[in-house]
């Protein structure tokens, strides 16, 4: 794994985490005594930040990048569990081992803090141990909706809610524009959604035909017709 340190004036220059993330509640001079119990590093993709049953030692900020979590199943198969971006949070748990893995999909930049020292800010800081509560409820409601979307949705209306998500974390971290980073592979995709790669395929294909989307690039993702993928999330369940 390829580990660069990084300026601490860089790193809080470009932090999700200051606009929807851990450090958002914070003044200057508190941000300077948190960032002097982290460190910074700068990591490549498919790194792992930490692996399922590795021991609970240290809680990561995606300063840039996005992630996915995983975990292996009896059979040997790897369940994609959910996506991580820029601001957000990974490896609290109240476990003493991680439940799930958390590996890199693209370049990124990461701050990490030993637990024991999160501890204690958080002792020193009541508004960041609120606002990891804040993140705790709303990481508990995103994974309500994704049984809801797994259990209930039909296939193409999973495909457009995993759109609109995509949507809705770039709004919460303030980026603007019409085209979206969409790292993750078709089976990434395809195994968070409870589908097969041809399903997921075969209806990114009918979006675009039907003008709903378009695919600038690889990676990349522009939704043409919010309104119409609002319209088959909300309205379509399977029986």
Do not use: N
Request: aromatic fraction near 6%; hydrophobic fraction near 40%.
């Amino acid at each position: 794994m390829a580990r660069e340190a990084l300026g601490e004036g860089e790193v809080c220059a470009t932090c999700g985490s200051r606009v929807a993330g851990l450090c958002r509640p914070l003044d200057a001079a508190s941000l300077d005594d948190v960032l002097a119990e982290t460190e910074q590093l700068s990591l490549s993709p498919r790194d792992m930040l930490f692996g399922e049953g590795d021991k609970a030692a240290h809680i990561y900020t995606l300063v840039q990048g996005t992630a996915k979590l995983t975990r292996l199943l009896p059979d040997g198969r790897e369940q994609v569990l959910g996506f991580r971006f820029a601001g957000d949070v990974l490896g609290y748990t109240g476990a003493d081992h991680y439940p799930f893995a958390a590996q890199l999909l693209t370049p990124a930049q990461v701050c990490r803090i030993e637990r024991r020292r999160l501890d204690g800010l958080l002792r020193r800081y009541p508004a960041l141990e609120r606002r990891l509560l804040d993140l705790c409820v709303q990481e508990l409601a995103a994974t309500q909706e994704q049984l809801v979307t797994v259990g209930r949705r039909t296939a193409e209306a999973r495909v457009a809610a995993f759109l609109l998500s995509l949507t809705e974390a770039g709004r919460r971290r303030h980026q603007v524009g019409a085209v979206l980073d969409m790292p993750m592979t078709r089976g990434d995709i395809a195994d968070f959604l409870g589908l097969t790669l041809e399903t997921v395929s075969r209806t990114l294909t009918a979006f675009r035909r039907r003008g709903w989307v378009r695919e600038p690039s690889h990676g990349r993702v522009e939704l043409l017709k919010r309104e119409a993928l609002l319209e088959l999330t909300d309205g379509s369940m399977e029986d």
